[in-house]
């Protein structure tokens, strides 16, 4: 009598033993499911809902343009340099590359020169890959101005556009170039002096009376020439020429539009183009697009509704990567 009560016993424990566990399978942990690759995001959400990584060490909310490109978001006051300003905050280096482009952008938002100051502030999105701003927005602490740039395809390549569907950078009408070359900059004595993207061995030609003050041709470097624009008071100068017309003479008199070489090679960006910059008597710096009559380009109606798109993105996509700093800072 006493073995089957104990029997019964067991079997009655076996019983409850198993049911209990069945029902609490799924909070059984599996060794096999340690093992199994986890989905980065659902298939049925967007990307921006579930930002690339909320590593604390790094809380730096990533994720994806519309054109698939893995991209990081910043956003600080500037107190310092920028990149003391993004070091303070994000405990990392930004690249060069994107404080060279943000200096780039800003040199078209700020009256064609490139001054920040305590308590400008600037949000944008990057490629840390391409070494490309894609979005930025500046405050401007000092006049009080707020401008967002775009870098869209409105058909002939990316270029960077204003809230407004306008070109950022100007075209010049009255320039020594033919047409409106694209403007990039490099570092010289802690300026960044702009170069004008022209194909190899186009005219370069005078846009106003001139008078030939010095020429050199070097193998290693280039063409260069300083000119007087004779009714302006003003030096002009050209580097990265291809080659100098051999028929000018120095201390000679030019008139306008005459061919005075042809466009060439900067070698230490390995990149066509031509250096030109102006200064006034006093050795200041004149801008190109402050000297010359400039116009602005407006993109076409056609690409105006991707262009509404692109911002629509960046301006979600900045909401929700404020909402997840809040979580860190």
């Not at 009655?12 to 799924?26: E, P, Q, R």
Request: aromatic content about 16%.
């Amino acid at each position: 009598m006493k073995n089957r009560f104990a029997y019964a016993s067991v079997l009655i424990v076996s019983v409850l033993l198993n049911v209990f566990l069945y029902l609490n399978k799924d909070a059984a942990p599996k060794e096999e499911d340690e093992e199994r690759p986890f989905e980065l995001y659902p298939t049925d959400h967007s990307s921006l809902d579930f930002p690339l990584t909320y590593d604390v060490d790094l809380p730096q909310f990533r994720t994806f343009s519309p054109k698939g490109e893995n991209i990081l978001f910043a956003d600080f006051v500037l107190k310092g340099t920028i990149s003391d300003s993004f070091n303070r905050k994000y405990n990392t280096k930004i690249p060069q590359q994107i404080i060279k482009n943000i200096q780039e952008i800003v040199y078209f938002l700020n009256g064609f020169k490139i001054r920040f100051r305590e308590g400008d502030a600037l949000t944008f999105f990057y490629d840390e890959k391409s070494g490309e701003v894609l979005y930025l927005r500046y405050k401007n602490s000092s006049a009080r101005t707020v401008s967002e740039v775009y870098l869209f395809d409105a058909g002939s390549g990316e270029k960077y556009f204003t809230s407004d569907t306008y070109e950022l950078q100007p075209c010049i009408t009255n320039g020594p170039f033919k047409g409106c070359p694209r403007v990039r900059f490099l570092h010289e004595n802690n300026n960044l002096v702009p170069v004008f993207e022209t194909p190899v061995n186009e005219d370069i030609h005078l846009p106003f009376l001139a008078k030939l003050m010095e020429s050199d041709q070097s193998r290693g470097f280039g063409g260069s020439m300083e000119l007087i624009y004779s009714n302006y008071a003003t030096r002009a100068f050209f580097r990265g020429l291809a080659s100098i017309n051999p028929s000018l003479k120095k201390n000679a008199l030019y008139k306008e539009k005459a061919v005075i070489g042809k466009s060439g090679y900067i070698f230490s960006d390995k990149k066509s183009g031509v250096i030109y910059y102006l200064r006034k008597f006093d050795n200041s710096i004149v801008s190109p697009f402050v000297f010359h009559h400039t116009e602005s380009r407006q993109m076409s109606e056609k690409s105006m509704l991707n262009f509404q798109i692109l911002r629509n993105f960046y301006s979600k996509a900045s909401e929700y990567a404020k909402s997840f700093e809040k979580n860190y800072f």
